[in-house]
RNA sequence: GGAGGGAUGGCUGAGCGGUUGAAAGCGGCGGUCUUGAAAACCGUUGUGGGGUCACACCCACCGGGGGUUCGAAUCCCUCUCCCUCCGCCA
C-alpha cells in the first residue's frame, strides 16, 4: 500500500506511476473517496464527543437525582445518528481500502523504462566458456538416462507439473538445499524453518492476496493456505520480532516448499521440471532502515550471486523494466542461470526493494534512534529455487561420456562426486 | 477427541456498569548524584485515525464480531487463539 495522502497532495507522481506500469486506474475516484471518507470522519468524531460529554452529565446529573428525561431523549436520537453515521462510514471507508489495495507500489527512479519483458537490460553477464553444443541434452533426458528423476511417476500421484526425484537426483537435490542455507548462515542471515501453511491475514500484509490469489492452493474449509514463497511467513514474522533500530538490519533466510497453482501459464514449460506446482527454494529477506534499502538491495544480490559463483554455474544479472516490475516492487533484478540443455537463461533468484509498501500494508515500524516510530523497508530475495539449480547442475556439468559431475562445492553435501557411470 | 481455565499497554498484572486510556511493578527514555558505571531518588513513557507549519485539540482501541444499556475493559451471545489435565499420536 502506497501512502494515501500521495494521491492527494502529489496525484501526478501517482499518476504517472500508473502509466509506466500500463495500469489504469482511476486516481480521481480514489481521491473522492478518501476525501469523502475524511469528512464524513470528521462529523462522526463531533457527534461521538457530543454524545461523551453528555453521557458524562447524564451520570452526574442521575447521582444527584435530578430530572434526566429531556437528556435521555437527545441521547437516544444522538446514538441514532452516530449508529447511521457509522455504517456510512464502514462503507466509504472498505470502498477506499479496496481501491487503494489495488495501486502498485511506487517504482524506484532508477529502474529503466520499459514495456514488458523483452525491454530489461541485461547488467551483468557470466556466459558459459565454451559455444552450445547443438544437441546437449536438457534435464528431462538426463533425468530419465540416469534415472534419478521420474516424471510419470510423479503425474501417477499427483498430476501433471509435478516432479518425483530418486536415488542421487533426490540426494543431489537435498543437497543444494543444505549448501545454500549453509552459504548464508555463515554469511550472517538468521536461518528459518517456517511453517509452509499460513493464514489468510499474514498473505495480504506481504500482498499476495489479492493480487496472486489465484495462484494460491487453499485448505477447504479453513482459513489456511499453502505459502507460494518464504518470503510470506519470514516478512510477517520480522514484525513479529518487534524491530527497533539497534536490531536493523534484520537478515533471516528460510527454507519452505512452494506451492502454486500457475494459474494463466497454461501451456509454458509444460515438460520438465521447471515450473511445478510445488518446488523448493530458499529465501533472503531483509528488514531494514529506510535509507539503507537501495544498499541492501545489493547486499542480497551478492548474497544470491555467491551461490552461482560457489556453484560454478554460468548467469546473468538482468534488471526488471517499468513495465515488467511487479505489483509490491520498487526495483528487481532477476538471477538467470544459464541451461545449455535449453539453450537459454532461465530465472533462479528474483531480488526485490518493496520499500514501505509491505510495511504499510502490515503496519510495520521500528523505533528510531530520534525515537519515532517510521516504516520499516523490506527485501526479498530467492536464494536460489533448488529446483532450477538441480536442473542447471545437471546441464552445466553433464559430461560426452553421459555422466554428470557433481561441482565441488557440493560434494561434501552429497557424499558423491559424479552421476551415471 | 473429552473436561476445565484464560485473552487488558513492550512485559507481568489490577480493574468487573459512569470522572478508567486504564492502578502497580518491570523494562525503555530524560535528569540528579558519580572520575565513569551501578544503586538510589525525581520525572517521563501505548497504538491508530482526524487535525496543525508544529503544538493544542478531537475520536477510536482492553483477542475478533454482534447484542443489552442513556453509558461497557466491565453484563450477554458468538467466533478465534492460548494454557492445564485425560485420550490418541510422528
Redesign the pocket.
Known sequence: MID??LIIENKDLVQKNLKLRKKDIDLDRIENSINGF?KL??E???L??K??????E???K??AKEDVSAL?KE??A??QEIDRTEARLDEIQKEKNDMLLQLPNLIHESVPRGAGEEDNPVIAEYPPASEPDEDHPDHIDLGEELDIIDFTGAVELAGSRFVLLQGKGARLHRAITSFMLDMHAKAGFLEIYPPFLSRKEPLEKTGQIPDKEEDLYKIEGE?LYLVPTAEVPLINYGKYL?ADHSRLPLRMSGFSTSFRKEAGSYGKDIRGMIRVHQFDKVELVSIVHPDNSSEEMEFLRNSAENILRALELPYRVVELCTGDLGFTAAKTYDLEVWMPGQKRYREVSSISNTTDFQARRM?F?F?DID?K?KFVHTLNASGLAVGRTFIAVLENYWNADGTISIPQALQPYTGFDKIGG
Open positions: 494515501q495522502n475524511k470522519k470528521f462522526l468524531d463531533n461521538r464527543s454524545k461523551k460529554s453528555s453521557s458524562k447524564f451520570g452526574k442521575r447521582a435521555t441521547l437516544e444522538l446514538s482459513d518487534k503496519n515500524k523505533k525515537g516510530k
